[in-house]
């Protein structure tokens, strides 16, 4: 079966860095995508990784290794309304978004 | 610029009614999707369009219907509610033209509570 993992829930300092991890198991691999959902609300667009490396945009960064099924999306200079939960999707061979249940992120003062 | 607009925001349901929820678009994508959201769950499809006249079965389409008629408009019924039907449904939009990476835009959503 198809899979995506990431942690439920995650903890963070104002003015730190965090990174929500994500590893999937699909069949085949058209590109992984990160959103962010605050309560209530829907969700948006962050980034769209289709190769290996890092892509950079802003405060945020998001990270893809095809070959360990893997990525991260890394927080800088956190805020207060980045409190937030962040969805990782990935788009399979038939070019199917298979969604995480998503990271419910806490940032504290 | 209203991108994708979703009515009702909120509903609650009788079991056994039926209910359209509303879906309009302006940004003239070819893509259109229905989710149902749960907590402790990943979206998942209900049904998608890839263009004005055609629709699919996504992971979970027992018990609704889609119609796509026009670009703009993608209309979800639910023929008779179960009270497994209580969610959140989420309206989605992409531009599956070259270039695209296909993000997807949201609606606000629906949340519909079936009793």
């Known amino acids: 079966g198809q899979n995506i993992d990431q942690p439920t829930e995650m903890t963070a300092t104002e003015g730190a860095i965090v990174q929500i991890n994500c590893t999937y198991q699909?069949?085949?691999?058209?590109?992984l995508f990160w959103y962010q959902q605050h309560a209530g609300e829907a969700p948006t667009f962050l980034s769209y990784?289709?190769l290996d490396g890092l892509e950079e945009k802003g405060r945020f960064s998001s990270f893809l290794s095809r070959s360990k099924g893997y990525s991260y999306l890394l927080l800088k200079e956190l805020q207060m309304k980045d409190s937030a939960s962040y969805l990782c999707a990935v788009l399979d061979s038939n070019y199917q978004l298979i969604w995480g249940a998503g990271t419910k992120l806490i940032i504290k003062p | 610029t209203a991108g994708i607009t979703q009515a009702p925001t909120s509903q609650i349901l009788a079991a056994g009614r039926s209910m359209t929820l509303r879906c309009t678009q302006d940004m003239r994508h070819n893509a259109m999707y229905w989710y149902r959201q749960d907590l402790g769950l990943g979206l998942r499809l209900i049904h998608y369009?890839?263009?004005?006249?055609?629709?699919g079965k996504g992971e979970v389409p027992d018990g609704y219907s889609v119609s796509r008629a026009n670009t703009d408009d993608f209309p979800l019924t639910l023929a008779s509610a179960v009270p497994s039907q209580t969610s959140v449904y989420f309206c989605a939009s992409s531009d599956s033209g070259s270039g695209s990476t296909g993000e997807l835009f949201f609606g606000e959503g629906s949340r519909l509570t079936v009793l």
């Open positions: 699909t069949s085949g691999f058209n590109g």
């Open positions: 990784n289709v």
């Open positions: 369009s890839n263009t004005a006249g055609t629709t």
